[in-house]
């Protein structure tokens, strides 16, 4: 198995990294304006991705679902080989047959992934057993992320049950962006359910402003390090928000203009942007390059896309028995 | 006389959701952003009616069918086909079976609706053609419409009938457009299929966008000469047999064509039909054209690989007309 990347070291590329998953996102949304086939952006939730992956290790594995481009980008995916999946292409991750809500690539760890809200909650104990069991690299753990609205499936609470009652090394990491495709999460459950929901498991639970890298990383590593040393699971309720509609094109009609404004006013590549400047480690014209050098990755990556061939007919049972 | 107009198949659920509520105080909707949806209901009827549910598929079914015995008439959207899996319990076990197991002392008047099918490109958890499934299960129907004014018409049937009915809405006719009445009576009863078009060489059954499919097919025999019938099942259980068997009889030759999988499927079924009951009219074997036994890819250029394209059932009635000329 090939290694992950090395943890990005320092705010800067964790700013880095923001800035390449929000074009990455952006230039698919202009795709589809074109007809290409959908996605669920993860715009306004850069920060949650990659300050939790910066907080893992390659033997570490990584569960996940339908909004789920943040974190493959962040653990290392290529934008090219996204890029291919989302357009049905047999360069992508999963030869096309993926496209963007189901993208697994066991290469960089990211090993399962469900767009079933819940489905990634009731594999990853499983993955975080086998882990315990000796299937994977010694002392790995998992990290499964899943929405606000996953919470409310019954699944949540058996996973939860399971993980502490077995003692997995699972870190259950909730990223809570107020909206459960069109239906607002006040709508569906009390407002401080999750972290409540959680703690009432027994497992150590915080919550956290899911749009600050440098505060998702501090809590993240310090959760991961109570996984390691007690072998027992935690969680994190990220509280951040979906900036564009549940899936492109959607004109988020249904969404409060003033709502939104109030997210966006908390974006958290601004914040890090703020971060940064703050202490002096970035200028607005190393700003401007660094948003350029992405621009340009982005642009080669789509063209690679483009030009992938598409997956032949015949192909089309491979796979579906091992 | 009551006006026809033209309507999407969504505009015609809508009509038919708005109709049965007017009628029945009763029947309620509710599902993952019904109310969002559907802000027109929520306007006419109330929040009470309609319901934005948490996100709990299993919850939504179960309340349904407790709801349902206790003499409300809900129907709920369960959004895609695939997430019903979910909410499986309360539409197997109990909806299904209850009514038996208690001797007849409940009745479950539910709809449950989901949409599935090739076409938009989303994979396999969102695209699963599993209606055969529920016509599995035993004290469930199962309804897949193929046009606006069979969606409008269906769905009050569906409401109306005192059991679980599944409605089955394929993603791809959504916002296909056709005429519909305005007659809030109309309805088309649960189990009465449609003759798309008369002929005599041989019947070609399907249901929902696959019937355009077997339509197009039969316009490209007709160049050459050969008259294809084309059956709409409309509802797959109760299935109706007679429409069945009569057209078998006249043409002597059977198509089945589906997108859902073969093995243990509605083509099976008719084929198992079409033997037993009017074998001695049968010129040909009955041939099945449908998905594969695999779930179904994202990608466009696999996803048209798995649906059953016009060219094929030409060339698949060719092949059979062939082969039965040769035989004769
Ligand atoms: C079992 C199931 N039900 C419904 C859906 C449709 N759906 C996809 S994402 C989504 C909202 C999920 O909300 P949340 O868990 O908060 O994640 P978010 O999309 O906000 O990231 C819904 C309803 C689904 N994919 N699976
Ligand atoms: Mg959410």
Same mark, same amino acid.
């Given at each position: 198995m090939q290694q992950a990347p090395k943890t990005p070291p320092s705010p800067l590329t964790r700013l880095e990294t923001m800035?390449?998953?929000? !074009? =990455?996102e952006h230039q698919l949304v202009e795709l589809q304006k074109n007809g290409a086939p959908g996605t669920c952006t993860s715009v306004g939730q850069e920060a949650c991705a990659v300050g939790v992956v910066a907080a893992l290790e390659s033997r570490d594995r990584i569960v996940t679902n339908h909004r789920s481009a943040g974190h493959l980008i962040a653990r290392g995916a290529e934008p090219r080989r996204l890029m291919a999946e989302v357009l049905g292409r047999v360069d992508g991750y999963c030869g096309g047959r993926s496209g963007s809500l189901h993208i697994s690539a066991r290469e960089l760890g990211v090993v399962l992934t469900s767009t079933i809200v819940g489905g990634e909650l009731s594999m990853a104990p499983g993955v975080a057993l086998a882990q315990k069991m000796g299937k994977g690299e010694p002392g790995g753990i998992v990290a499964v992320f899943f929405g606000d609205g996953a919470a409310c499936e019954g699944i949540f609470h058996e996973a939860l049950n399971l993980a502490v009652q077995w003692q997995l090394p699972l870190l259950f990491v909730c990223e809570n962006n107020q909206w459960q495709a069109f239906v607002h999460r006040l709508e569906t459950m009390p407002d401080n359910a999750i972290a409540n929901w959680a703690k009432g498991h027994g497992l150590p639970v915080e919550t956290v402003d899911g749009n600050d890298a440098e505060a998702v990383l501090e809590a993240a590593a310090h959760a991961i390090a109570h996984i390691r040393q007690g072998g027992s699971p935690a969680f994190l309720e990220l509280v951040t928000y979906r900036?564009?509609?549940? @899936?492109?094109?959607?004109?988020? !009609? =249904?969404? *409060?203009? !003033?709502?939104?404004d109030y997210w966006r006013a908390r974006d958290p590549i601004d914040r890090q942007v703020?971060?940064? $400047?703050?202490?002096?480690l970035i200028d607005d014209n190393g700003l401007t390059a660094l948003e350029r050098q992405t621009q340009a990755s982005i642009a080669t990556a789509l063209a690679f896309a483009q030009t992938s061939p598409w997956p032949a007919p015949e192909t089309l049972t491979d796979h579906v028995y091992a | 006389m009551s006006t026809m107009i033209q309507m999407? *198949?969504?505009? !015609?659920i809508n009509l *038919?959701?708005?109709?049965?509520?007017?009628r029945d105080p009763d029947v309620f909707l509710m599902g993952e952003g019904s109310a969002t949806k559907h802000r027109d209901l929520v306007d006419a009827f109330g929040p009470d009616r309609v319901r934005n549910t948490p996100l709990a598929e299993a919850i939504i079914a179960g309340t349904a069918v407790g709801a349902a015995a206790s003499g409300l008439r809900p129907v709920i959207d369960l959004l895609f086909a695939p997430f019903m899996t979910y909410a499986m319990d309360a539409l197997v076990n109990s909806a299904g079976k209850l009514r038996y197991l208690s001797g007849g002392q409940f009745r479950f008047p539910l709809v449950a609706m989901g949409m599935t099918g090739t076409g938009w490109c989303v994979g396999a958890q969102h695209n699963h053609n599993i209606e /055969?499934? @529920?016509?599995?299960?035993?004290?469930? $129907?199962?309804?897949?419409?193929s046009e606006p004014a069979d969606f409008k018409g269906l769905l009050k049937a569906a409401i109306r009938d005192d059991n679980p009915v599944l409605f089955f809405i394929d993603l791809g006719l959504l916002c296909q457009e056709g005429e519909v009445t305005e007659d809030p009576d109309f309805i088309i009863p649960l189990g009465k299929a449609a003759i798309r078009r008369s002929g005599d060489d041989i019947t070609l059954v399907s249901y929902a966008k696959t019937v355009a499919v077997c339509l197009q097919a039969a316009r490209q025999l007709a160049e050459r000469g050969i008259s294809a019938e084309v059956v709409d099942l409309r509802s797959l259980k109760p299935l109706d047999e007679n429409t069945v068997l009569d057209s078998v009889r006249k043409t002597g030759r059977l198509m089945v064509v589906h997108e859902a999988s073969g093995l243990c499927g509605i083509a099976a079924e008719l084929a198992a039909l079409v033997s037993t009951k009017a074998f001695p009219s049968l010129r040909g074997p009955v041939v099945r054209l449908t998905g594969p036994d695999a779930p179904i890819p994202s990608s466009w250029a696999l996803e048209q690989a798995?649906?059953?394209?016009?060219?094929?059932?030409?060339?698949?009635?060719?092949?059979?007309?062939? *082969? /039965?000329?040769?035989?004769?």
């Open positions: 800035l390449l998953i929000r !074009a =990455y900036q564009r509609g549940h @899936f492109e094109p959607d004109d988020q !009609a =249904y969404v *409060a203009p !003033a709502e939104l703020q971060r940064l $400047k703050a202490q002096g | 999407t *198949a969504a505009q !015609a *038919a959701l708005r109709e049965e509520m007017r /055969a499934m @529920f016509v599995h299960t035993p004290g469930v $129907k199962v309804v897949m419409p798995v649906v059953p394209q016009p060219e094929r059932v030409v060339n698949a009635t060719l092949e059979l007309l062939g *082969a /039965a000329h040769s035989v004769n």
